[in-house]
């Protein structure tokens, strides 16, 4: 019998991966090229087929039951539609779904690229076993999936678990969306970096300019040096991770996971930061929350090529019906709210 298997896609805004993933989550074959993200859908959809072509031939003789993609939001899982990812020019309610499945003649889901890794994760990493997951990851910004009940939560228009734009302080830097206050502008990987680089000047001798040749610091050398025990690096990473506990007390309120999971690069710090982050869970969130286990993700930059495989792979029914494709508006009321 031939092995099932599922040809998973990772749209990402730089890189265009592809990889045949078995029903174990095993990579069988990978491939992978720059996103021609300035090109519009048409070339990306070309792209994607010469792919498609490479890991065929890289592992042939498999039973590819389906296509799984994951791609930047806003997306519509349920039409299979992308909305209009910031990170592609061009593409504006591009039903790629209906689009690859003509192309590839395979069955096709899509699926938000922070909910695919949430799935990764769930799947086959740091969140196996558990029936409902929250994953965070936190580095340039901060995003999420949260997996309820044994599915995926999709919420209105699949837009549910937006976890870096939730308002979790009334001041400090603005973030991309334009407001101030978002976990993302004070808890990721770019903030910390801000605040690293506030703290210190190039050629001032400091461990975090030394690491990052008076250039730029970043989030990752602020772990790197926290590493070296260097004091205003274990500072700078100890008001990151209260922060972090700020916010993931509030997803452990709302979502009520088995288990958090936390990925991108600041992860790495985890567990420099776990006693910050543990303590100040302690401090806000209810008794009945207080012991679900925060761990790091264990897929890495895989999480969501083997989570799309798994949208085909194991369907959970969630996107069995799948709309009709139509027009889709997404009127920006964020810009009304905000005058
Ligand atoms: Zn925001």
Redesign the pocket.
């Known amino acids: 019998m031939r092995i099932e298997a599922a040809l998973a896609i990772d749209l990402g805004g730089t890189e265009l991966r592809a990889a045949l993933v078995d029903r174990d989550g095993k990579i069988l074959a990978f491939a992978a090229v720059p996103t021609q993200a300035q090109a519009g859908p048409d070339a990306i959809v070309d792209q994607i087929a010469a792919l498609a072509a490479t890991v065929h031939a890289e592992a042939p003789g498999l039973a590819i039951v389906g296509v799984g993609v994951g791609a930047p939001g806003p997306l519509d899982p349920l039409a299979g539609i992308a909305v209009g990812p910031p990170t592609l020019a061009g593409w504006q309610d591009v039903p790629l779904a209906d689009i690859l499945e003509r192309r590839l003649g395979l069955p096709v889901r899509l699926e938000n690229d922070a909910n695919a890794a949430a799935l990764g994760e769930w799947r086959f990493g740091a969140g196996h076993g558990a029936r409902s997951l929250v994953f965070v990851t936190v580095s340039t910004g901060i995003g999420g999936g949260v997996v309820a009940d044994g599915r995926i939560l999709h919420g209105r228009r699949g837009l549910a678990a937006e976890i870096?734009?939730m308002t979790i302080t009334n001041e400090g830097e603005r973030?991309?969306?334009?407001?101030v206050g978002?976990f993302?502008?004070i808890a990721s990987g770019t903030a910390l970096g801000r605040r690293a680089n506030a703290a210190t000047s190039p050629l001032d001798g400091s461990t975090l300019r030394r690491l990052s040749a008076n250039g730029e610091v970043t989030g990752r050398h602020v772990v790197e040096a926290a590493r070296l025990q260097d004091d205003l690096a274990v500072a700078l990473l100890e008001e990151e991770a209260r922060w972090l506990g700020v916010g993931f007390t509030n997803l452990l309120h709302l979502y009520s996971p088995d288990v958090l999971v936390v990925g991108g690069g600041i992860a790495n710090g985890l567990d420099l930061m776990a006693p910050v982050i543990e303590a100040t869970i302690r401090l806000r969130a209810m008794r009945a929350y207080r012991d679900v286990p925060v761990v790091q993700a264990q897929l890495g930059r895989h999480a969501g090529l083997v989570g799309a495989a798994s949208l085909v792979l194991f369907d959970d029914g969630s996107l069995a019906a799948r709309m009709p494709v139509g027009p889709s508006t997404f009127p920006d009321t964020r810009r009304d709210f905000n005058g």
Do not use: L, R, S
Request: aromatic residues 0%; proline residues 0%; glycine residues 20%.
């Open positions: 870096g734009h973030c991309v969306c334009g407001v978002c993302e502008a």
